[in-house]
């Protein structure tokens, strides 16, 4: 049996549905034409009728303007009053005084209490490597073995607050600043 080629062979031709007739066209809608001419004209009548009111002005014409503000009376001034306070300013003489502020003396900074002293250590290694040096302390407390991770001394607060600030941005949380005496 031979292999049909169905791509050469022509297509087959539909027969054409037969043409509908066309709706007749509608007429002119003469009525909705009306209505809408006479809703514009009636809002442009509005609007002249609003300007001819003196209700928007341009300022051509200020004898059309109504008087809406009423002006208020004012008071004379009083007669029997006198200032002195420009005197009393003018020779007004202030005593300032200035206290010495107190060096409220080194600042430590604790980071740290941890029980094991390799934790401790890492957390020097990473104070480290943000450009500080630091210290762990070995201390006996009541509870047992604490190792305290801790910076400075500092002379001022500020310095310390600097210190933590660059700590924190290296994402080393938790330091806090203690009076040292």
């Known amino acids: ?30 009525i909705k034409a009306i209505i809408v001419l006479s809703l514009v004209a009636g809002f442009g009548y509005f609007l002249l009728n609003i300007k001819d009111d003196g209700l928007i002005t341009d300022g051509a014409n200020p004898e059309t303007k109504p008087d809406v503000v009423k002006k208020q009376a004012v008071p004379p001034p009083p007669e029997d009053e006198t200032w002195t306070f420009i005197e009393e300013l003018e020779n007004k003489k202030v005593k300032v005084t200035a206290d010495e502020l107190e060096d409220k003396g080194p600042f430590l900074m604790q980071c740290a209490s941890l029980r094991h002293s390799d934790q401790a250590e890492s957390l020097k290694a990473k104070i480290a490597f943000a450009g500080f040096e630091s210290q762990v302390k070995r201390v006996e407390g009541s509870s047992g073995v604490w190792y305290k991770v801790i910076l400075g001394p500092f002379d001022r607060k500020r310095d310390a607050e600097k210190t933590r600030h660059v700590l924190k941005s290296n994402n080393i949380n938790y330091c806090e600043i203690w009076l040292w005496r």
């Open 1 to 30: 049996m031979k292999n049909k080629d169905y791509v050469s062979q022509p297509k087959q031709k539909r027969p054409k549905p037969p043409k509908e007739s066309t709706p007749p066209k509608r007429p002119f809608p003469i």
